[in-house]
């Protein structure tokens, strides 16, 4: 007899092959049979009419914090992740001194670069490990749905080695890169998928400093990377600004080759003028290749982009003088205040407070590419959808339309700003990079940016939106596009047990109801330890969502089940495999 049996599904297998009508079968956690399916089962699901999918499988999250204090992993569990990978860009939690100014100093990190509140961490964290084996051993005993996979982060290791010299990204000594590559080696051993750094301005804290490690030198860098050479096993992820692209591509594939390991790098542009340096990168990565390479780009299915709201981190008034006292007040209070119209008549009267920064004045009245992102939301969105052309067509001012729309759906209502990569006003430089050969989708930053997004809900956009209801042009192949979130992915990182619908493969699964699968708008919700503040997006569509042969999900619902594992490490194709 058979754990569980799902009948009659369109099944969409990750392989790519053309979806068929058939059945499945799960057997002791692992994908039993495929096809014709004869024999019973302890739960039966019918998922006619339905596709059936593996699990999604998101390999750019910021979870390690939230997984040692949330079993259902929210929001990711809303959008049919199965296996979660954290400690992206160089940021985690461990190895950390037990002290509290150590635990602050990582707390601080993560909260300004991530945007993750700091009362959460500080309530949700228990801080009961000091080394990276420890904290594996933590998130392992924790109950969660989903599974989820660990990386060592520069930022810790750099600031346990070299204290201050290490968070004020002094050079390392040959001494100091000796003990970070013996961390790295220990976290790898001990079951992480590898180790990751971030070399971006971007990533800056309130002290106006990059994160640890950002302008680490080449010594460093292939010094820490040779752990993984020296052990066999292991990957290496870089997110970077790419002003030297050039010389940033030579040391990655040196490392890549010397180690014969795979090297994942964010890949993303800012403006119209930065494509064709993209176009070099993905061409760079298909000649490296030939020597032995394993470059893999990582790319989002949406541009860059924040969120702004009344409740959120930033909305275009939060600098005017009118609205300072009202930003310091609770969510319902400040929106009931909102209401009123002398409030909104003094916010509006305010002049523009530009700061002579064009992405804080861009946010603050660059209203041609700003946008209501609207119900279901839009994140395409056309000139003529911008606010300056709304407020235009309606005859009112532009912070006008942009204040009453914020104030619909009970003042809840957000503005998109997509703020990199949208040049073209479009998504096929995004659609390029997709179907490039050597990109995955990823860069959902899961469980980061609390306040100004919830890119969690990509798998969901990419078959609602990019599948099925794109028109404003190129629209992928559905089975493409599942290959694309589940076997692609899991390999990018090492894991080859999961991603396919195969006998013998890992048993993560969606139900989905295709044609009306759909996102749910995004509100800020107070869900957090301490109250923290996050924005969460909902979708509709998902009949249910399997985590080896157990039901976690059930039309958007947790059911409490807890099947999820820590992965130690990257996992060979199982045996039992076809």
Known sequence: MYDLLIRNGTIIDGTG???FTGDLAVKDGAIAAVGEVAGEAAKVIDAGGKIVTPGWVDVHSHMDGQVTWDPQCSPA???GITTLVMGNCGIGFAPCKPTKEAHDQLVAVVE??????????????EWNWESYPEY???????????????QVGHCAVRTYVMGDRGTHNDKATEEDVAQMADIVREGIEAGALGFTTSRTQL????????????????????????????LGKGIYGVVSDWDNWEEEMDWMKRLSIDNNCKVNFVLFFREESDWPRVQKQLAFVREAKKEGAQLIPHVGARPVNILLSWEG???????????????????????????DPAVRAAILADEPPLMGDEFMDTIIAGWDKLYVLGTPPNYEPAPEDSIAAKAAAAGVEPAAYAYDAMMERGGKNVLFFPCFGYGSNDLNHQVAMLEDEDSVISLADTGAHCGVLCDASVPTYLLSYLTRDRARGKRFALEWSVKLHTHDTARSVGLEDRGTLEPGMKADINIIDYEHLQLEPPEIVHDLPAGGRRIFQGA??????????????????YTGATPGKLIRGTQPRPAAAA
């Open 203 to 230: 990533h800056t804290t309130r002290e106006d400093e990059v994160m640890p490690g950002t302008y680490a030198d080449e010594g460093e860098l292939l010094g820490i990377g040779s752990a993984i050479g020296k």
């Open 136 to 150: 594996l051993d933590v998130v392992d005993k924790m109950p969660r749905a989903i599974d989820v996979a660990s």
């Open 17 to 19: 092959r053309p979806g």
């Open 313 to 339: 981190t930033i909305n275009p008034f939060s600098f005017n003088p009118s609205y300072a006292e009202l930003s310091l007040l609770p969510d319902a209070e400040r929106l009931e205040r909102l209401k």
């Open 112 to 125: 300004d670069v991530e945007d993750i509140p700091g009362a959460a961490l500080h309530e949700g964290i």
């Open 540 to 557: 509709q569509g998902y009949e249910a969502t399997i985590v080896s042969g157990e039901v976690i999900m059930e039309r958007g619902e």
């Open 77 to 79: 569990t809303n959008h």
